[in-house]
């Protein structure tokens, strides 16, 4: 049932990659339709007409690489930082005046 699922969603993944990579003017040879004619009405001597729209298939999406700019503004709030002191417990230092440099004596096993 897993690999049924992974073949199907991959079919799909493969058909949306297609769609968006190949110029849309190469799948439309394939479409297998005459586009619309334009209607001319020659006004003294200037030919006029309405803005062409090729098939309504050219213009289903926006195509690829085009650059999109937006701004974006974030909300500044100040931040103060608050450190408390560590109490820390003293240590003292008492100096042994008595005691011999000579380590003490290993035992033996």
């Not at 619309?36 to 062409?52: I, M, N, R, W, Y």
Request: aromatic share 12%; glycine share 4%; proline share 9%.
């Amino acid at each position: 049932m897993y690999k049924r699922l992974q073949k199907i969603l991959a079919v799909i993944l493969l058909g949306v990659f297609t769609l968006n990579t190949v110029p849309r003017e190469f799948i439309h040879l394939f479409a297998g339709h005459h586009d619309t004619q334009d209607l001319h009405a020659p006004v003294g001597g200037v030919t006029v007409s309405e803005e062409h729209r090729h098939c309504d298939f050219l213009q289903i999406g926006v195509e690829p690489f085009e650059q999109y700019t937006t701004t974006f503004i974030s909300p500044v709030r100040p931040l103060i930082w608050v450190f408390q002191l560590l109490d820390l417990p003293e240590t003292s230092y008492v100096p042994y005046r008595d005691l011999s440099p000579r380590a003490p004596p290993s035992a033996l096993a």
